[in-house]
């Protein structure tokens, strides 16, 4: 079975500083790799997508970037946070008719 | 585009009893996915149960399972014997199974439904 790890666990960053978050995946190759955001009180919300190497497709405009540069890598970056920024960051992994597995998440407050 | 919608924001329920979460969607496709999803404190995201939406059949997994209403566009979940450890948040989500490009192949979540166990 899959297993994808995210790092860190936590985060505290101040306003306008840059961010990096970082999904790898073990268990299955070629899989497809989403970002979702939890704000606080609310459900999973779509960020990025990812078929493969260098593929993103953005679901809705935001302050982030996401980057698959390895098969079983997926990024999530920004260079300057804003406030609105917050919340639980959560990386998953799903294959054609299967289930998406989750990450442990990222909880990340921007000061 | 797709939405799910939980109408319950919070439930509560007696150890050993049965409770029921209640799901809607709305969706002009014909074939899909459905799932639940679990989020306790530690706010893993954790696959309960799931139904294609071709299946008659409503999905079990032994203490949870669902009534599937397609034409109602209806979605609930069903917990009995309810134990301490079901407490959490509870998550229903939509799938297309028609890839169009973009996140069309991304889940679409529900707001949650927070259950509650009472001992």
Not at chain 1, 96 to 102: A, I, L, M, S, V
Not at chain 2, 12 to 41: G, I, R
Request: net charge neutral; hydrophobic share 30%.
């Amino acid at each position: 079975s899959q297993t994808i790890h995210q790092w860190p666990a936590t985060l505290v960053q101040p306003v306008g500083s840059p961010l990096s978050l970082e999904c790898t995946v073990e268990g299955t190759s070629n899989p497809n790799l989403y970002w979702y955001r939890q704000a606080a009180g609310r459900g999973l919300q779509l960020l990025f997508y990812s078929v493969g190497i260098g593929q993103i497709s953005s679901e809705v405009p935001q302050n982030l970037s996401a980057s698959r540069p390895q098969d079983r890598q997926f990024i999530l970056s920004s260079k300057k946070l804003l406030l609105s920024d917050s919340g639980f960051y959560l990386c998953a992994s799903g294959r054609d008719n299967q289930p998406q597995h989750f990450g442990d998440g990222t909880r990340l407050s921007i000061l | 585009a797709q939405t799910v919608t939980q109408s319950q924001p919070e439930m509560s329920v007696q150890e050993a009893e049965t409770v029921t979460l209640s799901c809607t969607y709305d969706t002009s496709e014909s074939d899909y996915y459905l799932f639940w999803y679990k989020q306790p404190p530690s706010r893993q995201m954790i696959l309960v149960i799931r139904q294609e939406a071709y299946k008659q059949q409503n999905a079990t997994e032994n203490r949870f399972s669902v009534n599937f209403q397609k034409a109602a566009k209806s979605f609930s979940l069903k917990i009995s014997d309810s134990q301490l450890g079901d407490a959490a948040m509870y998550f229903c989500a939509y799938r297309s199974l028609k890839y169009s490009g973009g996140g069309a192949d991304g889940l679409t979540f529900g707001k949650g439904t927070h259950l509650i166990i009472q001992p």
